[in-house]
């Protein structure tokens, strides 16, 4: 039996993982155990509820305020004694947080190899989106298995010289995760309960679904975003959604421009069946995140993303996600053509999803389970 050791540390990680841990459980010869880092709390155990996932080891890492610096450091001493003490014969992490860059880390310190959920998405600059660009880049050359979620991430990963035999398209887990939570949803409206007051505020209006966060936004450039927010939601066909990220860089801008505006929904983060809900319910979304561009478009949503740059070109050059920056005048032109101009909104609704067809975690999973099947087979060669 080979014990494989799944980190993560983050609400993203961990809807992007559990529909890995569910398949790699279903395969014979492993062992799976799951470590949380708790870089973020609330917003992870959200997710292990409606996953029906208890962690086997619970770091609590979080801190209010902490530096990246303390919290990489927190992490790597933390994780590297959860290693020594559970001896895995491979670690597996998830995209380009300080969990998964610190859980590769470690690993590579103890000589264990790594596999990478949702390897090889570059941006081309270290410092948009930041740091998760750097983090990512530190990964892959530890890494022993690349699943790549696109050809385009695959192909980025190859310019760096990754050896080709390591590299796996597989799609993207997010999808699965998509997939799995809006069945159950439709199949049972109260797991989306938590967005029945908001709905019927917004009765009649066109709902547009907003989500930011990323520190490269913070200050002048969230500042930007909220001025637009503001303009947008005075439209009177017009109702935003805003799920208002828990970080004070945050909610300080937010609750300084937005105050009580009416036709703006700021609601606290919402558990991932109700965002799963508010994504089908929104005609488009509005976002920094990365994990929302993959998303949206999975249920015909258009999305504008506040950003200069993203790791996910994929959805740019297939049309379903647009970069419109932080400029206040530039994401108010951008929403109201496609509030306006049916054809513009069509063409990005019916553009197809690059990121995945639901199957992305089986694939991995079999990957896994038949490589460390080798590493057992010649394991006695070596001796």
Known sequence: MSKILVIFGTRPEAIKLFPVIRALQTQPGLVVRTCVTAQHRGLLDQVLAIAGLSPDIDLDLMEPGQTLDRLTARLLVGLGDVMDAEQPDMVVVQGDTATAMTGALAAYYRKVPVAHVEAGLRSGDIHHPWPEEVNRRIVAPIAALHFAPTQTAADALLRENIAPSTIHVTGNTVIDALHWTHARVAADP?????????????????????????????????????????????????????????????????????????????????????FVRALGLAEIVLTDSGGVQEEAPALGKPVLVMRETTERPEGVEAGTAKLVGTSEDRIVSEIFTLLDDMAAYSAMARAHNPFGDGHAAARIAQTIAHTMAQAVAIAPAHR
């Not at 490269?216 to 450039?221: K, Q, R």
């Not at 017009?238 to 909610?251: C, G, I, L, R, T």
């Open 190 to 274: 109260a797991l989306g309960a938590a967005l029945d007051p908001v709905v019927a505020d917004c009765a009649g209006k066109r709902i547009i679904l907003v989500t930011t966060h990323r520190r490269e936004n913070f200050g002048d450039a969230m500042a930007g975003i909220a001025r637009a927010i503001a303009r947008i939601a005075a439209r009177d066909d017009v109702a935003v959604v805003f799920p208002v990220h828990p970080n004070p860089n945050v909610v300080s801008v937010m609750d300084r421009i937005l105050g009580d505006q009416p036709d703006i929904a700021r609601i606290a983060p919402l558990d991932y069946p109700s």
